[in-house]
């Protein structure tokens, strides 16, 4: 949106490890933060941790999104990173990797750091899929954080003609 930016930035100094890292909202009336490394995560599973490596994405109204690896979650590695949006003052969690797929056929599992807000504040995502039958193993996502969609998989057939494989990131 005209008149806004969002970036990452460190904190220097601030919690007794010397730093911490931040997404930012920058705008006319000033900078909002977005997220805080070690923050806790909406659903209190887990902190955010490497968000000052993604490159968050910014759309219409301000709704921010990122990629974030986690830390301290209940399933320990098994759920350690995802995709999360923020809009005014709240952040929400759109993907987390091992969560089921929108049609229940596969697992999350390597969500990737590029994503991108379309005009209505949805976030377009990128994962690897594990478990899925019919040996789709990719897919790209759009989700809320209330619902979520299949936008393609890899098999799927390509508009042009043919059949889409592996998405580049």
């Given at each position: 949106e005209?008149?806004?930016?969002?970036?990452?930035?460190?904190?220097?100094?601030?919690?007794?490890?010397?730093?911490?890292?931040?997404?930012?909202?920058?705008?006319?009336?000033?900078?909002?933060?977005?997220?805080?490394?070690?923050?806790?995560?909406?659903?209190?599973?887990?902190?955010?941790?490497?968000?000052?490596?993604?490159?968050?994405?910014?759309?219409?109204g301000g709704h921010v999104?990122?990629?974030?690896?986690?830390?301290?979650?209940?399933?320990?590695?098994?759920?350690?990173?995802?995709?999360?949006?923020?809009?005014?003052?709240?952040?929400?969690?759109?993907?987390?990797?091992s969560a089921l797929l929108p049609d229940g056929n596969g697992r999350y599992l390597n969500l990737f750091t590029l994503v991108d807000v379309n005009r209505a504040g949805e976030v377009l995502f990128q994962s690897t899929i594990s478990g899925a039958s019919g040996g789709s193993d990719e897919g790209i996502f759009i989700g809320n954080g209330s619902s979520a969609r299949i936008v393609n998989r890899v098999g799927d057939a390509a508009p042009s003609g043919g059949i889409l494989g592996d998405f580049l990131e």
């Open positions: 005209a008149g806004q930016v969002v970036l990452n930035a460190g904190i220097f100094p601030d919690d007794p490890g010397g730093s911490r890292a931040g997404i930012f909202l920058a705008h006319d009336n000033g900078i909002t933060t977005v997220a805080l490394e070690n923050q806790v995560v909406p659903n209190g599973d887990g902190t955010l941790n490497g968000i000052a490596v993604t490159t968050p994405a910014i759309g219409n999104a990122f990629w974030s690896q986690l830390r301290n979650t209940i399933a320990g590695s098994i759920d350690n990173t995802a995709i999360f949006s923020f809009h005014g003052s709240s952040l929400t969690e759109i993907a987390r990797r």
